[in-house]
């Protein structure tokens, strides 16, 4: 067991006592790896983050949305035209929406290690 230590101040500035790491003059555990902390983040960025997720969100809906209604058009055939325009569409947006969940993975990842 350790014997209680006070802080000294040296013209306002607390002196290290010796022995003691910085985490454990602190008090924090210093057990714990810095993977395990949480970061901080600035609470506005945190919430530009928030609000970027829920864009993104809101984005895949829509995408998706768009190419089920691609999927479905292709069902009928009106013209190869068309058909063609509706294909190269349908690529466009499965492109689209591979990024946006991978955007969004990333976005839910940082939120939930910060929180």
Avoid: H, Y
């Avoid at 555990?29 to 395990?36: T, V």
Wanted: hydrophobic share 30%; net charge negative; with cysteine.
């Amino acid at each position: 067991m350790r014997q209680p230590t006070r802080t000294r101040f040296l013209g306002g500035w607390p002196i290290q006592a010796p022995g003691l790491s910085g985490s454990e003059r602190n008090g924090a555990d210093g057990d714990q790896e810095p993977a395990q902390r949480k970061r901080r983040v600035n609470p506005i960025k945190r919430k530009q983050m928030q609000e970027r997720l829920a864009k993104v969100e809101a984005e895949v809906s829509r995408t998706e949305a768009t190419i089920a209604e691609c999927e479905e058009s292709l069902g009928r055939f009106v013209c190869v035209e068309e058909t063609q325009r509706v294909t190269a569409l349908l690529e466009e947006k499965r492109t689209a929406l591979a990024s946006l969940e991978g955007e969004w993975a990333e976005l839910s990842e940082e939120l939930e290690a910060t929180e």
